[in-house]
């Protein structure tokens, strides 16, 4: 048996306006291109689970990171300056959490093994940068800045060689969480 618990299902409801008015698209799994259901999507109202949100179609552009809640303008909550166009479910994981983290691409350089959130990679490990990672157990955020500041990135398990060639150049990654089950 998986430690993904299937039987709890995230729920998420798009509005094309402010406070929940206007047309609604209900989402319980990831939409790669929402415009099909809404022509704009400017508030959003988590039911359960924990959700990616993104500013592009096919999980591209900004990300951002949506737990159970109202977001009734997040436009301006999160200083958004184009509206949701595709999100993504973060299933639920129950079990232990890893990530090595590199300091160049290709897991080069100096290695980290992680099992818990880290404010500062710079403080913790002495790493002036992260360019690559394996996630082997959980999903995580990694943040640009230190202290879960600044854009982040959704990582689920697998091998990321290099951030730059998946289209994050120019963004260094210096503190990184676990998501946990907390949302559901």
Known sequence: MSNTDMGMRGKIIFYEERNFQGRSYECMNDCSDMSSYLSRCHSCRVDSGCFMVYDRTNYMGNQYFMRRGEYSDYMSMFGMRDCIRSCRMIPMYRGNYRMRIYERENFGGQ???MMDDCEN???RYRMSDCMSCHVMDG???MYEQPHYKGR????RPGEYRSFREMGWSGMRFMSMRRIMDSCY
Do not use: A, G, K, V
């Open 111 to 113: 290695m980290h093994e």
């Open 139 to 141: 999903h995580w955020l």
């Open 152 to 155: 982040m990135m959704y990582m």
């Open 121 to 123: 990679i710079m403080d």
